[in-house]
């Protein structure tokens, strides 16, 4: 059983709700503990591998330890002064191939244990896709010629297209209507969520009521002599990693307890990490200087608002809560119906520690949140038919906790079998399924894992998250939670204002309800200074210890009664309490909705989907790698070029019309005369992911080339308009227009 | 001469650039004070109505004199007890008389000088639209459960929408390609504007380069018991309008110097205010305790990146400061070509002392800027000829200056004959008003307003705001500003890294540089302490005092020379230093671009948008007055409704048939299937501004209403997807499809 801290999955920081959601411990005594998931799966995802690497080890203790024996046999030889030379060379070659196994040996663990082949690849790819992003403005670090601040990053022309067109895709999902998505005949989803835009600058007492100001934290620890801050688990972290990938000799007991202390990392308590920083005697990497004790720092950017510095205030560290503290005027817009949902795409802040991994880890990022209300009493879904033939990879928490890896599902099947709590969170999870895949992510690099029991609060229902692999391993992109009716109830408890729903009956309900009433008096009598918690025990008491009091006093005319305030049985007669039940007509049933929270990471979601879409293939003189990506025309910046193929004004002319055509057609272009050949021109809008480029080497008629497999096709200057605009809405497919019109291998054919 | 404060226009808070941007002022005698427009335009507009004002004071004071008088004679009549009952009663009489014209002589200065009959109209149509706004969730006060935040509010569902369409109609601007717009033929505007998205959370170094750390600052004074902070020119304003409302007996030469004092408010020094408050003897106006000292405070929210508590960073006051950061790899992505522009919608935040004016003074709103580079040799526009036919009115400083009104101008003339400085700026003008007048803000409420040359920084070429019309009085929403070269210098001698532009030049040209070389060896020898003035003072030198040195030099060896810094003149002889005029060959001109920027208060745009939309129209029974919102479609936040007229199976059907093809046309839209009468329907969604009405009373053909002429048209149930279309999206009008399809008359018509 692995112990719970404040907020899981921390490293999943840029982003997802269920890091930004403080989650309250399941019981008193988990109090001190959290929930930092992550090393959760890393564990189970390593404890295949972790066989082989132990084999490893050993493989290279028993070489490394032939190696000490030949060389001891070699200097005995050696001083012994009797054997002869012949005996003595021999040796010395024995002892040179011994060396030489158990080096390939140590080469082997090294790949098994460190950045071997794999995660050399994995580097070496993101090092590809970031160049290309930072080179074509897809991102850059903010305020750079300042030599920039840690975890800020501005999107950049290209990738501010790209984010605009995600989030627009997003809206649609507010409020979709689609038809025939996905293959999927009768799928028609109608949406019409209630999209809210709240400010980012928040007064504490909201974030008292949500328990951010509280337990929002990190564990700190600084630099004695110079005050420098760390991450505590940052710094074990990297001790075992060093340890575990640099340190070939390590024993055995060791490496194993390394690798325990990294599984465990997330579970520490702030006294654990000291004591393990203490043991290891770590400390502050830049200038060796001792380190404080951890301590917990609290990651909202906090501010003042108003001049007298008294009303404090923060940026919000996600924008649920102002959907939350607005539920009762929603649900009175929404004519007082559950469910509905409302959204909000917006801003939220995060001060990092110490932000690493590049766009994955950052102090202020795009989120969009649904906030689904529901009776949790009903949980079922009517549109959820239209998602449950979907299959995907799924990792539930039972595979998780057996070590094997996600599986593909139906959605359908998960829900009937239990495996997802409910319809409506199986809805979701389906809904984010779709919009993922159609953004362009990669779906064997995309599965839906659960919460293991001690990640989720003990008011949550059930959660999942949308993971995508990239080259930083499984990231957590999105999280789909049923969170119960906790939020609108701490708000409520907190501003006194009721966040409720009624249900009115159609006709009015007989309901019979307990009813205690104490006798001051007699209690007062009886028990003198001790009344207080004699009554209140007794209005406390469950509906089955009353009525068996109430049978008892019936029957015995006393009975004994177990005060815990007072540690001690007390004996109640008759005459102190009556207790019964009542019949009550009631009208309408009062509850706090439950909220089934669907959290986008946006950030992440853009970054896995630049390195999903990222590859290179070689130029036509294959002197050089070319880089392309593979946006759909959804998410392409821009979704087609035109490109005269040589200078002259009847080109330009037709270019013109052609634009003009696209423009009419809504198609956002551009058009490139610059005088370089057209492979060039080609790669240089691949690079930026143009899925289509219109050649003009005819004022009649023109060709289309496609992005990814660099075909052409030849089609009409009145009809290109229309022809690109079938292909970047989806009404036509490359293949469907190439077998229309016809095929173009010219001499102004690709010259990359 | 009015002074100088920092921030001109600081009324206008909630949004324009021209005061979240500093100005410097022009010359260092100015330097305490500072640009509060504002009072300027006040005045000016007031002045005509002033001379009605004082002479309604004069007659009011001449009856009041003549009540005094009669009251005298009354007295002494009685006191004397000589004079007969009638003579006494002829004199009371006289007296009334004399009192009820008082009477009608104060309510008529009432009406001028106060919350007369036009204001009274203005505040009632405020409140009207306000109720409408909160009834309807257009917008909420934030965190309204925990009793809110002054100047922080959100948008509701149907507000969210009108501004996610206003932006998105904004971004179209940034590429527009729009063929035909305004009934201007050869309306081809294309632009390919750079967007970028940067973080608000923003380190120092960056707003001390901008200014805004040292000057973003509104003076306060506190309450010195309880420390409650005002704006102290509020105070001041507010203790003179009252005097001037409220005080119908003020003397004129008082009610003169409260006028006084309104007008030059904004110019107005801490020392002067502070002289003011105490000389008035104003006191907090809660509890009326002593007040401080006017101070300045920074606007800028606050807070600190990183845990360590010593990096302070600010909630960015404007997203412009990103894109200046940002502009060499702009210019680099950009093909190291002038002119081209970049832009940003984003969040700002502003931490006023104490908001008012609801929607229009707020601590966060959201701003789009656009900063269009350009060579300042040479500020003409190839797409002015598309604008320069547009006619609207404009306020140039001219007719401020002297009292008169904005006059119907041509912005061709006004480019042409220099009113405005420069075809560029002139061109964002135009297109500024193209913005705002398609999203229906009213052209006569809508007016070019030019910063008089106080209001303007040294540096800044020209400014005009957008201003328009509202309750609030005339509100600056864009502000239009060339601001040449200063915020990138600013930033260049900040970071070191040079923000410049280049000139490659065809063939290199031959220019004559002036080289001076003071010889540090003989001035050394001459003024010993001295010297390094000296020195400073000679390398200083203009060309043309330099080549008079030279001359003089030359022909009598010697000459004198004022030093400013030592106060005295000098002899330089000629050993002392060489002066000549070099030839040099140049290959490229390098210089620092100018900025010009049209910076969109969004929220303001709306607020006014909603203003100008709204009207009332009394129900069918004429017992009460529904509201309207007159949005166009581009804004309204649901362009089509779909009501089933009874409730049965077919109508429902047919309905969801329509409801389909309106999706597949793109068209947003909802179905309201409540059983309420028909005209109760109209009016609910008359009430968000939906501008069509498709009302299913047939499952053939059926009516589509017009929300403001209340007409309707019959047409076949599979055509009404395309009218619709064509409606919203601007290929037809009504007038063209009431032409096309048979008017509805029936027993469904507005039953409102």
Redesign the interface.
């Known amino acids: 059983m692995v112990f719970m801290r404040f907020r899981p999955q921390f490293i999943f920081s840029s982003v997802p709700r269920s890091i930004t959601k403080p989650r309250i411990p399941p019981t008193a005594t988990l109090a001190a503990a959290a929930a930092r998931r992550r090393h959760h799966t890393a564990a189970v995802a390593t404890s295949m591998a972790a066989t082989s690497e132990d084999a490893l080890r050993r493989a290279l203790a028993e070489r490394q330890a032939a190696v000490d024996a030949q060389a001891e046999a070699v200097r005995a030889l050696k001083a012994g002064g009797g054997a002869s030379k012949a005996d003595v060379d021999a040796a010395v070659e024995a002892l040179k191939a011994l060396k030489v196994e158990a080096g390939a040996a140590a080469r082997r663990l090294q790949q098994a244990v460190g950045a071997g082949a794999g995660g050399a690849a994995r580097e070496e790819l993101r090092q590809a896709v970031v160049n290309t992003l930072e080179r074509k403005?897809f991102y850059?670090p903010?305020?750079?010629?300042?030599r920039g601040?840690?975890g800020?990053?501005?999107?950049?022309?290209p990738?501010?297209?790209v984010?605009?067109n995600v989030l627009?895709f997003w809206?649609q999902l507010l409020?979709i209507?689609d038809?025939g998505m996905c293959g999927l005949q009768h799928f028609v989803l109608e949406e019409?969520m209630?999209?809210?835009?709240?400010?980012?600058?928040?007064?504490e007492?909201?974030l008292k009521a949500s328990g951010h100001v509280e337990k929002f934290t990190d564990l700190?620890v600084k630099d004695e002599k110079t005050?420098?801050?760390y991450r505590a688990d940052h710094l074990l972290k990297d001790f075992c990693k060093e340890k575990l990938e640099k340190d070939l000799t390590l024993p055995q007991e060791k490496a194993d307890e390394f690798k325990r202390v990294l599984a465990i990392l997330d579970d520490l308590s702030a006294e654990e990490l000291g004591a393990k920083i203490k043991e290891y005697g770590i400390v502050a990497p830049d200038t060796k200087n001792p380190l404080s004790d951890p301590y917990p720092?609290n990651l909202m950017?906090?501010?003042?608002?108003?001049?007298?510095g008294?009303s404090v205030?923060y940026?919000r560290p996600e924008t649920a809560q102002?959907i939350f503290?607005?539920f009762?005027?929603?649900y009175y817009?929404n004519g007082q119906k559950l469910p509905f949902a409302?959204a909000q795409i917006g801003?939220a802040?995060r001060?990092?520690?110490?932000p690493r991994q590049g766009l994955l880890r950052v102090?202020?990022f795009t989120l969009a949140e649904i906030e689904h209300f529901v009776d949790p009493e009903d949980k079922s879904h009517p549109k959820f038919v239209d998602v449950a033939d979907l299959e995907f990879l799924m990792f539930p928490r039972e595979l998780q906790l057996s070590g094997e890896s996600a599986k593909l599902m139906k959605l359908g099947d998960a829900v009937s079998k239990g495996t997802v709590n409910n319809e409506t969170l199986g809805y979701f999870i389906g809904r984010v399924y779709l919009f993922l895949t159609r953004l362009g992510i990669d779906k064997g690099r995309l599965r839906f894992r659960q919460h293991l029991p001690n990640e989720m609060a003990h008011y949550a229902a059930d959660c999942w998250d949308a993971e995508i692999e990239c080259s930083y391993g499984w990231i957590e992109c999105v999280g789909i939670a049923d969170r119960s009716a906790y939020d609108l109830r701490a708000?409520s408890e907190?501003?006194g204002?009721p966040?409720v729903a009624h249900e009115k009956f159609s006709k009015p309900r007989e309901v019979e309800k307990l009813v205690i009433v104490p006798s001051k008096k007699d209690l007062g009598l009886a028990f003198k200074g001790s009344q207080k918690m004699v009554l209140e025990a007794l209005e406390a008491m469950s509906e089955k210890e009353a009525l068996e009091m109430k049978a008892a006093l019936e029957t015995k005319g006393e009975t004994s009664f177990k005060v815990c305030t007072l540690g001690k049985d007390v004996v109640i007669t008759k005459k102190m309490v009556s207790i019964s039940m009542e019949k009550k007509l009631e009208h309408q049933r009062v509850f706090t909705p439950s909220v089934i929270e669907p959290s986008f990471g946006i950030g992440r979601i853009i970054y896995c989907l630049f390195e999903h879409s990222f590859y290179t293939r070689p130029s036509k003189s294959e002197e050089e790698q070319l880089n392309v990506f593979r946006f759909p025309p959804l998410v392409a910046p821009i979704k087609c070029t035109v490109f005269p193929l040589v200078k002259n004004q009847e080109f330009d002319d037709a270019a013109k019309v052609i634009?003009?055509a696209l423009?009419?057609a809504g198609i956002?272009h551009?058009i490139d005369t610059t005088a370089i050949s057209i492979g060039r021109r080609y790669a240089r809008t691949d690079e930026i992911g143009v899925p289509f480029a219109v050649t003009v080497d005819s004022t009649t008629n023109v060709t289309i080339r496609e992005r990814d497999s660099k075909e052409q096709i030849r089609v009409d200057i009145n009809e290109v308009a229309s022809v690109v605009k079938q292909l970047t809405e989806g009404q036509s497919t490359w293949a469907d227009v190439s077998a229309k019109y016809p095929a173009h291998v010219g001499p102004q054919g690709d010259q990359e």
């Open positions: 403005l850059i903010s305020f750079k010629i300042y601040v840690a800020l990053y501005d999107y950049g022309p990738g501010c297209r984010k605009a627009s809206r409020r209507k038809y019409n209630l999209e809210v835009d709240c400010p980012c600058v928040t007064p007492i909201v700190m005050g420098t801050c720092f950017f906090q501010t003042s608002i108003g001049p007298t008294l205030g940026m102002g503290v607005n009762k005027d929603l817009y409302a801003q802040f001060n990092e520690i110490s102090r202020e708000h907190k501003s204002v966040l634009a003009k423009t009419t956002s551009i």
